[in-house]
């Protein structure tokens, strides 16, 4: 989890009213494995957010429904670590050298990600191709 996201689970979590509930809440989403935000995994990461939006109501970024698309074709494709996480250094670098924007995916604009979803699926679609 980048600083950033940290911060913006924080700002969740006090919405939501769970301060006291912090360290319970990421030890459950990280399948027991840590009690810091910081350690968190992107799905972790996306799953916590995800239930902290919906408990307070809060509808999800569109920018973040591009990122999930991204990571999905990623597994596609086989980005993937051993435990099954997408290979985010992989994705990363791939971004930064076969894409114009030549940045990580956390740092992509609403209309950079809109781009990528379209560069990545044209990358799937060669990959199903070579199958």
Known sequence: MTPKQVKMVRILIGKA???KQKEDLVWSFS???TIHLS???????????????????????PSDKMRRKILSIAHELQWELI????NMERLNSWLIKSTPQKKPLDELSYQELAQVVSQIEIVYKKFLKGI
Do not use: F, H, P
């Open 83 to 86: 435990d099954g996480r997408v």
């Open 31 to 33: 399948d027991e494995r």
């Open 17 to 19: 009213k769970l301060e």
């Open 39 to 61: 350690e968190l995994t992107q799905a972790e990461t996306e799953s916590i957010v995800a239930y902290l939006r919906n408990l307070t109501g809060q509808t999800a970024n």
